[in-house]
């Protein structure tokens, strides 16, 4: 019986990623339409992107403040 050290019916190649591009996309406030920071991403070539959406420290102040309102969090 052949050890499975010897035994290797198939070799793994690192195959190069291609069209692969890093885009840095600006985090806008939903609320106030403000830039509130950087994303950044990895992309095919020529692949639509939409924007990124945070809520800003304003905005998740009074996200916070309505969880703890409603008792710790909101239940559907």
């Known amino acids: 019986m052949e050890d ?3 035994c290797s019916d198939t070799d793994t190649v690192p195959i190069p990623v291609l069209d692969v591009e890093r885009k840095t996309l600006p985090m806008f406030c939903p609320w ?3 830039i509130v920071g950087v994303a950044k991403i990895e992309v ?3 692949e639509e992107i939409s924007p990124a959406y945070k809520a800003c420290r ?3 102040d009074f996200i916070n403040e309505g969880k703890s309102f409603l008792g710790g969090g909101m239940s559907a």
Do not use: A, S
């Open 4 to 6: 499975k050290e010897e």
């Open 32 to 34: 106030y339409d403000i």
């Open 44 to 46: 095919l070539r020529f």
């Open 58 to 60: 304003k905005c998740q």
